[in-house]
């Protein structure tokens, strides 16, 4: 895209957010008017109704357990006006991280419409910082298997809907056509095999990439943790001209082996840098000097991530992507240059209706877009052109401030208590915090958590919380023990720290598994039809979730128990208090 087409992108987005209230109202009408023969709508008596106030009075507040009926039979084949006014052509299966199992969401081209106006609104921001003009994009994205459902629809990832699609292919060829990798590799059948040929793809145009990208930062990590491994390798495809015999599926080699030819000055070059790294910190803009940033969602369960990415990126600069979820799109980050920390996501108000239900009075009214608060806190309620109404998305955000009459969103966390045994009440933003302060003592012995999760053990009488660990080497029992008394200790929640004093809640344990044993989780996910570039690795996981359970199990090399709370738990066994 050309300079005034990205400045004509700003103004449209400017325009768009002068006043957000009235475009909402706009967009609901659209909305209602488009699927004012849905059954669902009209079960709730809407009778054609498109103003706010009948719509909030008579359709109600649902998850997506409400819908799974509705949104089967369309998979079973109905091709009645079930959810939509038009059929739906297609579903997405969310990545199911959170609750074990992907959910099926509706997919229409209005998905696609609102993916490609969320792209196009951040890229020309990014573009107007750092201008990537005609230069390439490392892109570390997967394609997920396709499954038909009983009624015929394609069912896949939302990531992978939206990249097959014609319309999205043909409209954003000036972004897509920057992929290193071709269409093969991104939709090989093989995450592994892929990984490692967008490696050697984007060692092959080194000198033109401009951005290294991937849909989440764990697999920018995940990526280079792998080049690590496999940079030995790369060199020797690219000094022979030969692809590895690791690349076994005939489509994904015929294309990779097109764009290989023998070249041993730049495998003696990426050797030699690869070697002088210590540590491999700045891989990044040593094989990839022209690389002007990192892109990709970096906020909410990714932020573990970060260190290791910075570590890897050396100076360039971080940039977190847009919020959206299978459901549909929230935001788009129109301020790039914010570290991924305090990123944030201005809401475009033509793309959806969206309400906000206030956390801390969750049982009040869901309140409009243009009347949230600011630094107030929220759950976000989507209704959108592709069957959802009024739909919890499950995820909580806190209201930066506003852009023009737009909000500007953080994301905070999913909304569900990870932890909590009796009054306890722990988000997965606590369990991140825990694990940030315990790996800090990990920090000082050049140790560092590769991912983690956790578990509530109640199967005594007096519970527990389990975290688990992989680590990226061995670590000395005395510093383990140190950083289970630190998570411990760094849950601050009152019901958490009060139990604890009271024998309430069990010590803490930290089990610590093999190398490898997040891999395999991943690996069970996109078993599952799961897509590489959605995978978040999930941060609670429950026995009943029974493979993941046992893989964790199965992995498990020591656990420790924490004595944070031991004197105050005898006195307490003593009556002391
Ligand atoms: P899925 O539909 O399974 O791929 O996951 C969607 C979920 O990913 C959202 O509901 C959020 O919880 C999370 N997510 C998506 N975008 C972001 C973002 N920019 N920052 C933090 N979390 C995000």
């Known amino acids: 895209m050309r300079a005034s087409g990205h400045a004509s992108v700003i103004d449209e987005f400017e325009a768009l957010t002068e006043d957000a209230g009235r475009l909402q109202r706009e967009t609901l009408r659209e909305i209602l008017e488009q699927n004012g023969e849905a059954e669902y709508l009209r079960n709730f008596g809407l009778g054609g109704r498109t103003d706010p106030d009948s719509f909030k009075s008579r359709i109600p507040l649902v998850t997506h357990s409400d819908l799974e009926p509705y949104i089967q039979r369309i998979a079973d084949g109905d091709t009645s006006p079930v959810l939509t006014g038009k059929p739906v052509t297609s579903i997405s299966l969310s990545s199911g991280t959170t609750q074990g199992k992907p959910k099926l969401l509706p997919f229409n081209d209005a998905l696609i419409h609102s993916t490609m106006q969320i792209y196009r609104t951040s890229f020309a921001f990014r573009n107007r910082e750092y201008p990537i003009g005609s230069g390439k994009a490392l892109q570390f994205i997967y394609g997920s298997k396709q499954a038909k459902t009983k009624g015929g629809l394609t069912a896949t990832t939302a990531t992978t809907n939206v990249y097959r699609s014609e319309q999205f292919k043909h409209t954003m060829e000036d972004i897509r056509s920057q992929c290193c990798s071709p269409d093969e590799v991104i939709f090989g059948p093989d995450c592994r095999q892929s990984l490692y040929c967008h490696l050697l793809c984007g060692l092959i145009c080194s000198d033109e990439v401009q951005i290294v990208s991937s849909t989440f930062a764990h697999s920018l990590v995940h990526a280079f943790r792998t080049f690590e491994q496999v940079w030995e390798e790369l060199c020797r495809d690219i000094r022979e001209g030969v692809l590895s015999s690791r690349v076994t599926v005939p489509a994904m080699r015929a294309a990779v082996s097109k764009l290989l030819s023998p070249n041993p000055g730049l495998a003696d070059s990426i050797h030699s840098k690869c070697s002088r790294l210590s540590d491999w910190c700045g891989v990044i803009p040593e094989l990839w000097p022209n690389a002007k940033y990192v892109y990709g969602i970096m906020t909410g369960s990714m932020e573990p991530y970060l260190n290791k990415l910075r570590h890897y990126a050396g100076g360039l600069p971080l940039m977190s992507a847009d919020y959206g979820s299978s459901e549909g799109w929230i935001g788009a980050n129109v301020n790039p240059s914010l570290p991924p920390e305090q990123a944030t996501f201005a809401v475009l108000p033509n793309i959806g209706y969206y309400e906000f239900i206030p956390l801390e009075r969750p049982e009040a009214r869901p309140v409009g877009l243009t009347q949230v608060e600011v630094g107030k806190q929220y759950e976000v309620v989507v209704t959108n052109f592709s069957g959802l109404y009024r739909y919890r998305l499950g995820d909580i955000v806190r209201i930066a401030g506003f852009r023009n009459s737009t909000p ?104 610590v598994v093999r190398r490898g044993t997040f891999q395999q989780i991943s690996d069970h996910y996109i078993r599952l039809g799961g897509a590489m570039s959605q995978f978040k690795t999930p941060r609670y996981v429950a026995a009943s979730n029974a493979e993941v359970w046992q893989i964790l199990c199965g992995n498990v090399t020591a656990c420790y128990f924490s004595t944070a709370y031991s004197s105050h738990v005898r006195r307490a066994c003593r009556g002391g208090i």
């Open 408 to 511: 500007e969103l953080q994301f905070v966390c999913r909304s569900g208590l990870t932890l909590s045994i009796n009054i306890d009440k722990n988000t997965e933003k606590d369990l991140q915090l825990a694990v940030e302060a315990a790996g800090r003592l990990l920090a000082e012995e050049r140790l560092e958590v590769v991912d983690f999760t956790s578990h509530v053990d109640a199967s005594t009488e007096i519970g527990h919380y389990v975290v688990f660990w992989e680590l990226c080497s061995e670590a000395a029992e005395g510093v383990l023990r140190g950083c289970c008394n630190r998570m411990d200790l760094s849950f601050v929640d009152a019901g958490y720290v009060g139990s604890r004093k009271a024998g309430a809640i069990g010590a803490l344990e930290l089990r």
